[in-house]
Structure formats: C-alpha cells, structure tokens
C-alpha cells in the first residue's frame, strides 16, 4: 500500500491523457483529455458573436471551428451582434448546453484569477482573511513589474503558502503559451492538462506511469469509473447514500442503513464532499439528511463545510432550506468522469492503441473492427493512430463488438 500525501499519476497513450489524485490507494479526483475531443476548459479564443441575449446576460459566439458557446456577460461588456470578442472558456458541455465561456482573457488558479491586460488587486467577496499587508504589498510588485495583469483573490488565498510564487507561476505560464491566433482562433490552450492540474495543485507531486505502474493505475481508473456510475454509496458504519443527478440539480439522500445515526452523521460529511468532488458534480446540491437534533445539526453542518473546504473549485454554503435540505452549489467546470467512456467506438479503439504502444516487441500488431470503428480511426482517430512507433493493420467485421488486439501465432 502506498502512503503519503496526494500524488497525481499521469498514463499518456495514443489520443488520451488520463490523470488520477491518488491518496494512498485512494482515487480523489480524474482527469481526461483526447486528441478527438480536448478538454478546452481555461483555453482563451478570439469569437465572432452571433447574438446578444440582454435579459439573459449572456451572448453566443462559434469558435473558428463552428464550436458553439455560450458567453456570460456583464453590465460592462461592450458587445453587439458582429462584434469581436476574447472569451475564455470555464466549464464543458453539459445536457443540452454549449461550452460556457465569460469575456476577457483569465487564468483560474487555486487562490487568485489573472487578468491578462488588467491592473490592479481585487477580493472575492467570499474572501475567508486579507492577507496581511507584507503579502499584498509583494503581490502589488510583482504585478507592476510584470506588465498588465490584475489579480482577483480568490477564498482561500490567505492559506496560500506564497500567493506571490502563485501569481508568478499563472504569468509565466501565460507569457510562455500566448501568441497569435492560430487556425481555431485560439490565443491561449490552456497549457495542456498537465499544466492545468499544477494550476489548482503547485506542489502536489506529478508523476508519469510507465511499465511498473501500469497495472495498478488501470486497476484505479477501472474501478473509479465503475463507481462514479453508481447512484449507492456505502459509508462507513453501515451508512448509505444516494446521488442522483437531474437537469436541475444533484440530489443526495442519506440513510442509516444497518448501522446507527450516530455513525451516519460521523461518516456522512467527509463522504458528501469526496463524491462531490470525484465525481465533479456541478450546480445546486441538495442533501436529505434524516431529523437530527440541534447540536448534532451544528456539528454536522460544520463538519461538512470543512471537508468542503478541500474542493478547489470553492464550493458554495447556501445552508438548509425551509423544508431542512442542506443546499450547496458548485461552479461548472470540465467534464464529469460519468461522460469519459460516453463514446463506446472511440473507447474501444483507443484502450486498443494503449495496449499496442505499450508492447514495443509488437512489431506489426492487427487490430480487429467494426465498419463503425474503422470510420473512427480513419477519421477523429487520426491523431492517435499517428503517434504509434508502427503501422498498425486494421481487420474490419461487421461481427466485431470491441476492438481487439490479434495475437501473432506461436
């Protein structure tokens, strides 16, 4: 069993990066970014709007490459149908909905956001503590001695160990990936799904796999995704709990199950918070909880804002509403783990390629396929087949259910 502190392990592969937060044997949070589908979450474009929606607060713009969005907007925001705009994109797909995206250009760290082209230091309002006046007078000089960039603090900046490090790594990175707008429009990417792990996590230990750990990092995606699919979670002390998501909101129900109250309410706060966050739910969030007395909903209710408080997206403590739900939301942001192997074709083929890049000794490995999966690979799939070391022979049946891998005779 490993010990320590968070680590984040790295699998690369044809057409895919996957990322897991481990704590010990324990998966915290996924990441996963495909050459077919890059995750675009903190990339900044140069957009064409399409419409104003005034009442809405919002615009819709295309990027180069017709991707749809949808653009918050402000009071401030000087827009008209026709005009351009930089945009940069905050949270994915999700339903029926386009990317999410506000206007200007940002980079969302784990205790402040820069502002490219702004000036000056302003506080969110959730603000936990002012830093003190020897850490804001550093953060002001190494702003004025960058150029133009303001900084918004965000709640937990005054936990940060060296917001001024912090501000400074969010600058450099910017320097170094800005440029001219590319074929999609594209001013800035993002950095990479590397970079922007570091962006929320600046010391956590990065670490890629390579043929010692590959089996045990499949092992832990494997069994992360199997349980972000399921509604039931057991909880410690004989607990369960229930997520379902709807188009509205997430709701979570807890019962004692086969244990006690008591063990429920010990074990529930810590559960809520890591499902949460495994499973990146985002918007409004209702807990069902069953009666409790007062103290105990004190304790409960602090208990949980604690363990909530390790979510770097910051999630937000509405409290319970009349009817006694406990109501949390969360900002929107990258894709939810449920949605990683949504497209069964692209899935197969790619756990396909991963296995043949991983067996260097397979000199000239053959693939079976389905019609459908052979359109994939000759089309979205290109990328990735294009970063294999060797050719690959493709077999197409129209029997094929999964792509395989065919073993040479012996």
């Known amino acids: 069993m490993m010990t320590g502190g968070p680590r984040v392990l790295i699998d690369k592969s044809p057409g895919q990066i996957r990322a897991l937060m481990m704590q010990g044997e324990s998966v915290i949070e996924a ?23 005034a009442a809405q607060g919002r615009a819709t713009a295309r990027l180069a490459d ?47 956001v820069l502002f490219p082209g702004d000036t000056g230091i302003a506080m969110s309002r959730h603000l936990e503590t002012v830093p003190d006046d020897g850490v804001m007078a550093e953060l002001a000089a190494c702003l004025a001695g960058a150029g133009e960039f303001g900084v918004i603090l965000r709640r937990t900046a005054s936990r940060s160990d060296d917001l001024t490090a912090a501000c400074r790594a969010l600058i450099g990175e910017w320097q170094d990936r800005v440029g001219s707008l590319d074929a999609t429009g594209c001013l800035f990417d993002g950095g990479g799904l590397v970079a922007r792990i570091r962006c929320q996590y600046p010391a956590i230990p990065i670490i890629e796999t390579g043929p010692e750990s590959w089996m045990m990092f499949d092992s832990a995606w494997d069994g992360m995704m199997t349980a972000v699919g399921e509604p039931q979670v057991a909880l410690a002390g004989g607990g369960r709990m229930w997520i379902e998501p709807t188009r509205a909101l997430t709701a979570i129900d807890l019962d004692s199950g086969d244990g006690s109250l008591e063990a429920l309410f010990a074990a529930a706060p810590a559960a809520i918070a890591a499902q949460l966050r495994l499973r990146q739910t985002g918007g409004l969030v209702a807990i069902d909880l069953p009666r409790m007395k007062p103290a105990t909903r004190k304790q409960v209710d602090a208990a949980l804002i604690a363990a909530l408080a390790t979510d770097p997206r910051h999630p937000e403590w509405i409290g319970r509403s009349r009817a006694g739900m406990l109501e949390v939301r969360l900002p929107h942001g990258r894709s939810d783990p449920a949605g990683y192997e949504a497209d069964p074709i692209a899935t197969s083929v790619l756990t396909v390629l991963r296995t043949i890049a991983r067996r260097p000794a397979l000199a000239a490995p053959v693939i079976e396929l389905s019609p459908d999966m052979a359109a994939w690979l000759r089309g979205p799939g290109t990328a990735a087949l294009a970063v294999l070391d060797r050719p690959v022979t493709p077999v197409v049946s129209s029997e094929v259910v999964t792509a395989t891998l065919q073993e040479p005779a012996r």
């Open 31 to 53: 990441w996963q970014d495909q050459a077919h589908a890059p995750d675009l979450v903190g990339s900044v474009h140069r957009v064409r709007v399409d419409r104003i929606f």
């Open 66 to 112: 017709g991707t749809s969005v949808s653009v918050r907007t402000g009071r401030r925001d000087a827009l008209g149908a026709g005009h351009p705009a930089t945009i940069t994109i905050m949270a994915a797909p999700r339903e029926d909905k386009p990317w999410q995206a506000v206007t200007g250009a940002r980079l969302v760290g784990r205790d402040l």
